[in-house]
């Protein structure tokens, strides 16, 4: 394949791209100008280093930035098969469990939220909550519950990102031991190509956010195979990295395989979620296999993207 032309076809960000591409976004706010300025490559604003005003939170943001981190994403329907695929993740290396959408929904926040913070207590737990409105209100009910990061769609736009990063800074004055976090999923393509996720990234670090989710979202990959094949998710992510990457971590997601997670790696990226895969590249979930098959999987896809 050739990549150069894929990269093009996918939006691969240049200057020229990132100005058109901007100047068709309604609403955008900021001058176009003043939007290329702010975050080119190397910019004051793309290097600044955040406010630690919440020191426990701010530790983890700079693990984030600074090494290799690896979550597991619980998508299941059931509270028990829930915590047995969680602890056989982080028996497998994980550091952060995220409770899935599906396992949110089907069990309910007040009641999962809770018991993984019993049964893992030490544990960085993420809500993936998919918040499109009403930010205040769930974050306040996963912070409540001993949740320490709250994900939400950045489709939901600024002022549910800045209601949740309010809830965020209630619970760090109340709470300085315990790290709170916001993370915002740019789900692609909806919000691609990479010139566009670029400036929803730009937005969501405005807003207040701890970190930007690069997200192939499931549905769209299973309808056409050929955004896996042609690396659309691996574009957008190398893109948004290199604009924004200095100012806050960013997260790959999207049925990684080894291969993808390892070449992402190469290009600078340093979060990585573990999905159903488990890391292999046929999409099949493998929630139910055995725990020490799973714990097997999960150490094998951490230790091939690591080098070690």
């Given at each position: 394949m050739?990549?150069?032309?894929?990269?093009?076809?996918?939006?691969?960000?240049?200057?020229?791209?990132?100005?058109?591409?901007?100047?068709?976004?309604?609403?955008?706010?900021?001058?176009?100008?003043?939007?290329?300025?702010?975050?080119?490559?190397?910019?004051?604003?793309?290097?600044?280093?955040?406010?630690?005003?919440?020191?426990?939170?701010?530790?983890?943001?700079?693990?984030?930035?600074?090494?290799?981190?690896f979550q597991i994403s619980v998508d299941v329907g059931t509270l028990d098969l829930g915590l047995t695929v969680a602890s056989a993740a982080l028996a497998g290396g994980v550091d952060i469990v995220e409770m899935g959408t599906p396992l949110l929904k089907t069990q309910g926040t007040s009641n999962v939220v809770p018991a993984f913070r019993k049964q893992f207590p030490d544990a960085l737990l993420l809500a993936d909550m998919k918040t499109m409105d009403g930010g205040a209100g769930e974050a306040r009910g996963v912070y409540a519950g001993g949740g320490n990061i709250l994900d939400f769609l950045a489709l939901a736009g600024v002022d549910t990102a800045k209601?949740?990063?309010?809830?965020?800074?209630?619970?760090?004055?109340?709470?300085?031991?315990l790290p709170r976090l916001v993370f915002s999923d740019i789900l692609v393509p909806h919000q691609g190509p990479a010139a566009q996720a670029v400036e929803v990234a730009l937005r969501m670090v405005e807003a207040g956010v701890d970190a930007v989710g690069i997200h192939l979202q499931s549905d769209a990959r299973r309808a056409n195979p050929k955004l896996i094949e042609d690396d659309y998710l691996g574009d957008v992510a190398r893109a948004v990295i290199e604009w924004i990457g200095k100012a806050v971590p960013v997260q790959v997601v999207g049925g990684l395989s080894i291969a993808q997670a390892k070449s992402l790696a190469t290009a600078g990226l340093r979060a990585f979620v573990i999905s159903g895969n488990m890391g292999l590249p046929d999409g099949n979930a493998r929630y139910n296999l055995p725990p020490a098959e799973i714990q097997r999987l999960v150490a094998d896809f951490i230790a091939e993207v690591s080098g070690r």
């Amino acid at each position: 394949m050739n990549h150069k032309k894929t990269s093009n076809h996918h939006g691969h960000l240049t200057r020229r791209s990132f100005l058109d591409a901007t100047g068709r976004l309604a609403g955008g706010g900021l001058a176009v100008g003043a939007i290329f300025e702010t975050i080119r490559p190397g910019s004051a604003w793309g290097q600044r280093p955040a406010k630690e005003t919440h020191p426990s939170s701010a530790r983890v943001v700079d693990r984030f930035k600074t090494r290799l981190s690896f979550q597991i994403s619980v998508d299941v329907g059931t509270l028990d098969l829930g915590l047995t695929v969680a602890s056989a993740a982080l028996a497998g290396g994980v550091d952060i469990v995220e409770m899935g959408t599906p396992l949110l929904k089907t069990q309910g926040t007040s009641n999962v939220v809770p018991a993984f913070r019993k049964q893992f207590p030490d544990a960085l737990l993420l809500a993936d909550m998919k918040t499109m409105d009403g930010g205040a209100g769930e974050a306040r009910g996963v912070y409540a519950g001993g949740g320490n990061i709250l994900d939400f769609l950045a489709l939901a736009g600024v002022d549910t990102a800045k209601s949740i990063c309010a809830v965020r800074d209630e619970f760090r004055r109340t709470g300085p031991e315990l790290p709170r976090l916001v993370f915002s999923d740019i789900l692609v393509p909806h919000q691609g190509p990479a010139a566009q996720a670029v400036e929803v990234a730009l937005r969501m670090v405005e807003a207040g956010v701890d970190a930007v989710g690069i997200h192939l979202q499931s549905d769209a990959r299973r309808a056409n195979p050929k955004l896996i094949e042609d690396d659309y998710l691996g574009d957008v992510a190398r893109a948004v990295i290199e604009w924004i990457g200095k100012a806050v971590p960013v997260q790959v997601v999207g049925g990684l395989s080894i291969a993808q997670a390892k070449s992402l790696a190469t290009a600078g990226l340093r979060a990585f979620v573990i999905s159903g895969n488990m890391g292999l590249p046929d999409g099949n979930a493998r929630y139910n296999l055995p725990p020490a098959e799973i714990q097997r999987l999960v150490a094998d896809f951490i230790a091939e993207v690591s080098g070690r």
